[in-house]
């Protein structure tokens, strides 16, 4: 085993957001994990939905910190418990009464990862101290067909995901396991997948994944940029959930300014598993479903105008927010020689300067947009409008 890299005391400690519905296979995973001799000091943040925590005796063994949060709705409660929790886990690590340098949180099945995930942007203490590195989402290969039809929480904890675990293979034909891994695909390309038997994941397929920093290397599969132009791409007609109406996007900071407290100081470059497809090269031929989360690419050879843009996406989050699941993006701006790397998480947005484009290179803008209901040829319109003039 080598010694993992520890962050310094002072630099922010890495979290993973592990989610999934119910009976996914978190726990199962996340006792695995921790039961490895990784060598790192995890403190692990569980929040049960429920009376019973059952989890905590599963996982009870473990040598590691494990902090329960109040139960009820991840959705509603969680920010301000969740920050707490954070808070108060940093002023011990610092006071040197507790010591790790990876959280992972584990959400109830029944969550919305989002208001989690906003937390590592809101909050100017919890952003010091903390960096978002990916979030988890598990899917049940034996139920989620069934989940995925009737359950928008799960439709939502894909679109976000920056990682998709495949539990529960060994129940399935692998007919039906392509086929979800497709429909997977067509909701969220961006998110590679995997496979995992009851929880057996290399550790590092897990921590450190990278997903959510801004000057990470951007990468799209090429095949997903096809996607723009393809059929399942389009059209909403099947979609049932007007906006605001949905039961689980408890968003409660409409009016906020999206602000822009993501670091600046990260320094990770190669190490990005974006893009790289773990065996599921699909080919887009499974189009029977017509899920409500769905995603599309802009792209744009022309140099955007930083103004204009930061107009348009702002109010567009301002509007779409609660439906806008994840988007990301490597942009060609007027007047800087450098990549423009922006991405956010409902209505908190954040922009970095990355690498400059290499000579040679052809500077294409991109943002891929993964949300619900979105209004595609609006968005596009309004960000051809972007253009410098
Ligand atoms: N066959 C099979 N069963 C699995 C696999 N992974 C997990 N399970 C089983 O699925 C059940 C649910 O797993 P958990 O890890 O408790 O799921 P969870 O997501 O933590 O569940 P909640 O706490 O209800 O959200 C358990 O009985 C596991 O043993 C797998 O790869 N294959």
């Known amino acids: 085993m080598t010694t993992p890299a520890t962050p310094g005391q002072n630099s922010p400690v890495p979290v993973t957001i592990l989610t999934g519905f119910l009976g996914s296979g978190k726990t199962t995973l996340l006792k695995r994990v921790l039961g490895e001799s990784h060598g790192h000091k995890i403190a692990v943040i569980e929040n049960e939905f429920g009376e019973e925590n059952i989890d905590n005796e599963i996982l009870v063994d473990t040598q590691e910190h494990i902090l329960q949060l109040s139960n009820g709705c991840v959705c509603c409660s969680i920010r301000e418990d969740l920050r707490a929790t954070l808070s108060d886990l940093g002023e011990r690590r610092r006071k040197g009464l507790l010591d790790f340098s990876r959280v992972i949180i584990e959400t109830t099945g029944l969550a919305d990862p989002g208001p989690v995930a906003q937390t590592f942007f809101m909050d100017d203490e919890i952003a010091g101290q903390y960096v978002l590195d990916a979030i988890l989402t598990l ?4 139920h989620a067909p069934q989940q995925l039809d009737e359950r928008q929480e799960v439709r939502r904890q894909i679109g976000f995901a920056d990682q998709i675990f495949i539990t529960k293979a060994d129940l399935v034909e692998p007919a ?3 086929a979800l891994g497709a429909r997977i695909y ?12 009851f929880g057996e994941v290399p550790l590092a397929e897990v921590l450190d994944l990278h997903g959510f920093h801004l000057d990470a290397k951007l990468e799209f599969d090429p095949e997903f940029l096809g996607v723009k132009d393809a059929p399942q791409a389009e059209g909403h007609e099947d979609c049932d959930h007007a906006h605001g109406q949905c039961k689980h996007d408890h968003d409660h900071d409409h009016g906020h300014d999206h602000d822009h407290a993501c670091h600046e100081d990260h320094v990770h470059t190669e190490a990005c598993h974006h893009g790289h497809d773990h065996g599921h090269g699909h080919a887009h031929h499974h189009h029977h479903h017509d899920d409500d989360v769905k995603s599309f690419v802009f792209r744009s050879d022309k140099p955007l105008d930083a103004a204009k843009l930061e107009d348009f996406l702002g109010g567009v989050v301002q509007v779409f927010g609660p439906n806008l699941l994840r988007y990301k993006g490597v942009l ?3 007047g800087t020689s450098r990549k423009v790397i922006f991405q956010g998480v409902h209505q908190m947005m954040g922009s970095d300067l ?7 290179e052809a500077k294409t803008s991109r943002m891929v947009f993964i949300g619900v209901d979105l209004p595609r040829e609006i968005l596009l319109k309004g960000l051809e409008n972007c253009v410098a003039r």
Request: no cysteine; hydrophobic share 40%; glycine share 6%.
């Open 139 to 142: 899917v049940d290969a034996r």
């Open 332 to 334: 060609h701006m007027k």
């Open 176 to 178: 039906a396991l392509h």
């Open 354 to 360: 990355g690498a400059p484009w290499k000579a040679g």
């Open 186 to 197: 067509q909701m969220n390309p961006r998110a590679p997948q995997r496979a995992v038997h």
